[in-house]
């Protein structure tokens, strides 16, 4: 059985930067996908950015350029370094663990807000 805690999330003015992090308990075996997701209100929930145990990334449109996704393995922790934030930007933030395309684990999110 995986955890996963998301921390980080805030209030913060449009063009200002959040840093999210995920720590898994439990063990995360390999080959795994770890991912951002986010939901606005009254919208489904939709991928942000990914990282592959072999360091691979995705990341969409939306936040190319602005969003940085990385991971510790050693601390079983995913980060999102999110940059230049839009009011659009604004969402339930939730990690994602994907091993072997078998075991999916989500954490319980945590709130983003862009405002003035």
């Known amino acids: 059985q995986v955890q996963l805690v998301e921390s980080g999330g805030g209030l913060v003015q449009p063009g200002g930067s959040l840093r999210l992090s995920c720590t898994a308990s439990?063990?995360?075996?390999?080959?795994?996908?770890m991912g951002w997701y986010r939901q606005a209100p009254g919208k489904q929930r939709e991928l942000v950015a990914r990282?592959?145990?072999?360091?691979?990334?995705f990341y969409v449109n939306a936040v190319k350029g602005r969003f940085t996704i990385s991971r510790d393995n050693a601390k079983n922790t995913l980060y999102l370094q999110m940059n230049s934030l839009k009011p659009e930007d604004t969402a339930v933030y939730y990690c994602n663990v994907n091993m072997r395309g078998i075991w999916v684990y989500w954490g319980q999110g945590t709130q983003v807000t862009v405002s003035s």
């Open positions: 439990g063990s995360i075996d390999s080959p795994n996908v």
């Open positions: 990282i592959r145990s072999d360091g691979d990334t």
